[in-house]
Structures are given as structure tokens and as C-alpha cells.
């Protein structure tokens, strides 16, 4: 499947309250549907609760790409069924038929992460291999989709940011099989140190992971580079100061930055205050003794920036009901199609 052009991408999470804005259609491309899950080594969306609103809105907007993402953090069953040729075959199956039955286009493999029990599910050495022969079971699938009815079908997968999760991936394999890859560039803060979670460049040799960093990493092990996404981020984590007042980047911090905080939030009226770090290319809020970090347009449109000028696929976001009145998310369109 080819774009000629920077897409925006958005995650939309099925959840109580969702909501779609028609004037955001506009400034997507593509909007992933978040999650389907692994159960008994099938995948399946019989728990979602929002799907008709979902479909409802794709609808109403056909030239946004309609995709299922599997998985997410904590979500098991990966391992398990990328384990057997039989179980890798059964996973492909059932994804087509999911996708069919809902009118997906793309499937997006969200599995944080192979080799790494970190989130709390199974893993295995075997998963860098399994990984890559359940990406082709999927492309196999997907492909006799396309055979059928002629429309393509976009195969996408989710990949950790720091290059030690790189290093359980066989890149080269994985690149020449995957349509689409999201690196989330976000989350990736130095715990007990004030730092950024989504910056674009690092400004502070305690806090070495940034987006470019990523891409750099995942390049030069074998993704081409006109199939990366890089991430931005639609909420914040916040991090104290060590000592009550206000807070100083790259200083200690008591928090491991695992707090969170809706960036609709981050308001004047609240008592934050917004703070731009030119070096890092990453926006911050400061209240009393708490830094949020997080995305804001100015960041996202340096994200952009650089996307088209290393030739990348475009920008993704986690998630799209965290944005205040479509304003990110137009950031992300304009930044990529100045």
C-alpha cells in the first residue's frame, strides 16, 4: 500500500463517553479503533461498546482509513499465539474476519512487547522469530482479502521507541512485511528526573530517548523510513520537585512519571502555565511544584516539520479524545501538509 503524501493518524479508544467530531474529519487519514484482544487465540472485538458510532462516523467520512488495532499495553495472548503455526494461522483468520465484518482496511498489531514480560504477560525469547512469522500469516490473510475485492489492506504494528525493544524485533524482516510502522515516541521519560515523555530531540544526557533517537535506531536496523509514524501525545505526565518548589528539568524528582493528567486540563484557569524547551523540541506546564510534560501545537508542528524533512510516513497520536476542540489534531494535519 502507498501514500504519496505525511498522513495523520489518530487512536480512539473504546470507552464510556466517546464522542467523534465531524469537523475533525478533515485532518485524519487514518483512525484506529482501540482494542481488540487475544482471547483463546482468537481476536476479537465482542466487548467493544462504541464500534457503531465508530462505524457510523467512517461513514460519513470515507476517505478516513478504517483500522483495528490488537492488543495494547497489558493485553496477553501475543505470545501464546504466535507460538505454532497453527495458532499464528488462527490469529490471521480471525483478524480478517473481524476486519470484515466491521468494514477495516488495516489491522494494526499492538503487541507491547515481544520478548518482554514488563506489561505482565507471557513472553519468550521466541517471540523475535514468532513475531515476524505471525506478521506474514497476517500479510498472507490480508493479501487473499485483497485478491478477492481488489481494495488493499493495511498492515501496521505498534513498536516501542527505545532501541533495547528494537533489538527484540528482526527489523529487516518486519520492514519488508509491514505497510505501516507507529513507533510511540511518547511515554518515554527518565523516571525520578524531571524530563520530557515525548520529546523530539534529547536535551539532557539523563534523558537520552527522544523521537529522533527512535528513528534513527529503527532505520538503520531495517525499517524504511517512508513506513515510520512518529508519535505525539494527547494527555501528560506530571513529575514533583524534590524539594516543593518549583520544579527544574532534568533535576531529581520523587515521581516516576507514571501520574497522568487530561491535557485539556492544563488550562491558565487552572493555574498551569505553558512552557516550550526550544533544545528538545517538547512542551511543558508548570503549577506550584508539579511539571506536566506533554504535546501542545507548537510541539506538534516541529513533529511535523521534521517528518517531511526525513521523508517519514507521517504522525500518529494516543489519543484522540484527549484533544480540546480538534486543536492538536489540526496541528498534526498542518504540520505535516504546510
Not at 498522513?7 to 475533525?24: H, Q, S, W
Not at 470484515?100 to 513472553?123: K, M, N, R, T
Not at 488493499?152 to 521507541?161: K, N, Y
Amino acid at each position: 500500500m502507498s501514500i504519496r503524501r505525511p498522513i495523520t493518524a489518530a487512536y480512539v479508544f473504546d470507552r464510556p463517553g466517546l464522542v467523534f467530531r465531524d469537523e475533525d474529519a478533515a485532518n485524519l487519514d487514518q483512525l484506529n479503533y482501540s482494542f481488540a484482544l487475544v482471547r483463546e487465540g482468537r481476536v476479537s472485538g465482542d466487548h467493544w461498546e462504541h464500534i457503531a458510532a465508530y462505524r457510523a462516523f467512517i461513514a460519513a467520512h470515507p476517505h478516513i482509513l478504517p483500522v483495528v488495532s490488537v492488543g495494547g499495553w497489558g493485553a496477553d495472548g501475543f505470545s501464546q499465539a504466535a507460538a505454532t503455526d497453527e495458532g499464528r494461522r488462527l490469529f490471521a483468520r480471525t483478524t480478517a474476519e473481524l476486519m470484515q465484518e466491521h468494514g477495516f482496511l488495516g489491522v494494526d498489531i499492538d503487541w507491547e512487547y515481544p520478548c518482554s514480560d514488563a506489561a505482565g504477560i507471557a513472553a519468550s525469547p521466541d517471540d523475535r522469530e514468532n513475531f515476524t512469522l505471525l506478521l506474514r500469516a497476517l500479510r498472507e490473510e490480508l493479501d487473499t482479502l485483497t485478491a478477492k475485492d481488489g481494495k488493499p489492506r493495511l498492515l501496521a504494528a505498534a513498536l516501542g521507541a527505545s532501541p533495547s525493544l528494537a533489538e527484540h524485533i528482526d527489523c529487516r524482516a518486519v520492514g519488508a512485511l509491514l505497510d505501516q510502522v507507529n513507533l510511540m515516541t511518547y511515554d518515554i521519560q527518565t523516571g525520578h528526573v524531571v524530563s520530557h515523555m515525548t520529546p523530539l530531540y534529547s536535551a539532557s544526557p539523563r534523558c537520552p530517548m527522544c523521537a529522533d533517537l527512535a528513528v534513527r535506531v529503527y532505520s538503520e536496523a531495517g525499517i524504511p523510513k517512508e513506513k515510520i509514524m512518529i508519535g505525539a501525545a494527547f494527555y501528560a505526565r506530571l513529575f514533583a520537585s524534590a524539594d516543593g518548589g518549583a520544579p527544574m528539568l532534568f533535576a531529581d524528582s520523587p515521581s516516576a512519571g507514571f501520574d497522568t493528567a487530561r491535557y485539556r486540563s492544563l488550562t491558565p484557569q487552572e493555574g498551569w502555565s505553558l512552557h516550550f524547551d526550544e533544545a528538545a523540541c517538547a512542551a511543558y506546564s508548570l503549577r506550584g511544584d508539579t511539571l506536566a510534560t506533554h504535546d501542545s501545537p507548537r510541539s506538534i508542528l516541529g513533529k511535523g516539520a521534521y517528518v517531511r524533512a526525513h521523508g517519514l510516513m507521517g504522525m500518529m497520536c494516543w489519543e484522540y479524545g484527549g484533544d480540546v476542540g480538534g486543536r492538536l489534531l489540526a496541528a498534526m494535519h498542518e504540520g505535516l501538509n504546510p
